[in-house]
């Protein structure tokens, strides 16, 4: 594999967002229905807003050339399980399209790990989309083990009136 | 299925560690290695104590005649994927071995759902093990779709100095 670019990843901020929802938005396989209309942009502010307001996650960029060309947030969480387990799950992995297979994703799963080994977690997980046999050799060259089913429920949400 | 215990559901307090551990400690199958010595109430508490500070996190406990038979840790996430979706993430989920085909981990799944719904959460997710088909019959029966495969990483935690 050529790594014939040189990403460095740091926190995202609010001027990434518009980077952000543009590489979401190219996701066809996902399927979360992310568009760069403006009419959506308040949505992402507020969830941009509780991401930064967590004291439990952290949202990563990949920047090449000035550029947000990848992306994944971590989720801290600690489980009573395994004497007290404190895991990292990693959600919302992208890279851009035209930014792919040259290591960049590597680069970046392995920066969320450097951080993880940083901060004493003991269990890094995540889920991949069946359809992306790709992200599930991916994820195993660089160590994950697919040990596990993802399952998902969406909800007709219905807003609590507390 | 008979349901012929009525469990009430709850959120865990410290007084209910002790049982929270036995019930860890008597799953062979997912291998955490989790124990009723003494040696690790420590950890336990350590991390109950984790769990209760975070503002993303909710541990329950399912009692029937005063005893803790179930229990369920759920996670908040907002990600920017889907125009800013809140997730919930189930973990941890648990039902005493003898308590088992009584419709309790069903009833725990839906109390965990009913919190999701009031607090406008749009997907609820999990993983379970590849080691436990009725399981994963179990969340498919109350909905969830298995359309992910999960990956998991062990990590030797390294301390961090900061």
């Keep these: 594999m050529t790594i014939d670019t040189d990403p460095t990843f740091r926190q995202a901020t609010r001027d990434d967002l518009p980077e952000l929802i543009r590489l979401f938005a190219d996701d066809s396989i996902g399927g979360h229905g992310d568009t760069t209309d403006p009419a959506a942009l308040p949505l992402y502010e507020s969830a941009f807003a509780a991401i930064e307001a967590s004291?439990?996650?952290?949202?990563?960029?990949?920047v090449v050339g000035g550029e947000v060309v990848a992306t994944a947030q971590v989720t801290f969480i600690t489980s009573l399980t395994g004497r007290?387990?404190?895991?990292?799950?990693?959600?919302?992995?992208?890279?851009?399209?035209?930014?792919?297979?040259?290591?960049?994703?590597?680069?970046?799963?392995?920066?969320?790990?450097?951080?993880?080994?940083?901060?004493?977690?003991?269990?890094?997980?995540?889920?991949?989309?069946?359809?992306?046999?790709?992200?599930?050799r991916f994820y195993e060259r660089l160590g994950f083990e697919k040990s596990h089913a993802g399952f998902k429920l969406r909800l007709e949400p219905v807003r609590a009136s507390t």
């Design 55 to 62: 004291p439990n996650d952290l949202l990563f960029v990949g």
């Design 84 to 136: 007290g387990t404190r895991r990292m799950a990693i959600e919302a992995v992208q890279t851009r399209a035209d930014m792919r297979c040259k290591g960049i994703g590597a680069r970046l799963i392995n920066h969320c790990l450097d951080i993880a080994r940083q901060r004493g977690i003991a269990l890094v997980q995540l889920t991949s989309n069946a359809k992306r046999p790709d992200a599930h």
